[in-house]
């Protein structure tokens, strides 16, 4: 979807009539209206946004065909796109993967697990790194590595110097939790949850650097994945005793992607890294 008629005719590089032309016949063949029209405003209806995803696919299929015809098996060209809720996992498994095939382009995007996922099902990704498991039919996912989710404090709070923390100690301390959709977040409000204790949201940051720096300046508290945690002289690591609260993370990609040979070989070389 580029916004309009008249971009969409620039980057094919034809006349904006024809476009318009076209879309009108699309239309009156099938009988469906697939752009809502309101002056210069267009929207997608509910049948446009649908085959805007099948020839989404279509087109990352050409894709496909194009580099494997023109590599044949040797992935000499192409272009991996990686969606990712971290750099720290994703970073080894690109390396990896670079240093089998460095004549693929990689291009990388951050974002929490549900915005992830989303790209992978929009073919904005061609591979998720996720740090969750995926209830999704269309999805094919496998595990990579599972970590304990540990609080971390600023030093001066009084827990500061602790080697580790009851889960029901948090309840009633003033949290500052990632935005919802974060895979750490969900994996510490279900485990509060199942030991029947509440949550006490101080506040809620869209960003692991801003919940970093809230939690220096004693705004409250906070939790993360433990291989998350970058040593800092102000910030203090308590592991959460029994490691009740946990995160697995997982490499996915779309099912009926999964014979392609690029996908096959990140997924190779990904497992290459992981943690012992």
């Known amino acids: 979807m580029t916004g309009g ?7 094919l590089n034809i006349g904006q009539p024809t476009v318009t032309t ?28 649908a085959l805007t995803e099948l ?38 498994m690109i ?17 929490n697990s549900e915005q992830t996922l989303a790209r992978l099902n929009g073919l ?20 990579y590595s599972t970590h304990p989710v540990v609080v971390f404090v600023n030093a001066d709070h009084p827990w500061h ?16 939790l990632r935005e919802q959709g974060s895979s750490t977040r969900l994996a510490f409000e ?22 970093w720096k809230a939690v220096e300046l004693g705004m409250g508290i906070s939790v993360v994945a433990d291989f998350e945690f970058v040593p800092h002289p102000r910030l203090w690591p308590i592991p959460i005793d029994g490691g009740e609260v946990r995160t697995e993370y997982r490499i996915a990609i779309l099912r009926d992607r999964a014979r392609t040979p690029k996908l096959c070989a990140f997924l190779d070389a990904a497992m290459s890294t992981r943690p012992d």
Do not use: C, W
């Not at 008629?5 to 980057?11: C, L």
């Not at 076209?22 to 267009?42: A, D, T």
């Not at 904005?124 to 595990?143: F, G, I, K, M, Y």
């Open 190 to 211: 279900r485990a509060m949850a199942g030991a029947g204790l509440s949550i006490r949201q101080e506040l809620e940051i869209g960003s692991r650097e801003g919940v």
């Open 95 to 111: 390396a990896a993967f670079r240093q089998r095939n460095p004549g693929i382009e990689i291009s990388i995007v951050f974002g």
């Open 22 to 49: 076209q879309i009108k016949e699309l239309e009156s063949r099938y009988g469906v209206e697939l752009f809502l029209r309101q002056g210069r405003q267009i929207a997608l209806t509910g049948a446009g946004q």
């Open 5 to 11: 008629f008249t971009r969409a005719a620039r980057m």
């Open 124 to 143: 904005e990704a061609d591979v998720a790194v996720l740090a969750q498991h995926v209830d999704d039919p269309r999805v094919l996912s496998q595990p």
């Open 161 to 176: 110097g602790r080697a580790s923390v009851a889960l029901r100690e948090l309840e009633g301390q003033p949290l500052i």
């Open 55 to 92: 020839t989404g696919r279509i087109m990352q299929l050409r894709e496909e065909a194009h580099e494997m015809l023109s590599s044949y098996g040797k992935l000499q060209t192409g272009h991996l796109k990686v969606a990712a809720v971290g750099p720290f996992h994703a970073t080894a």
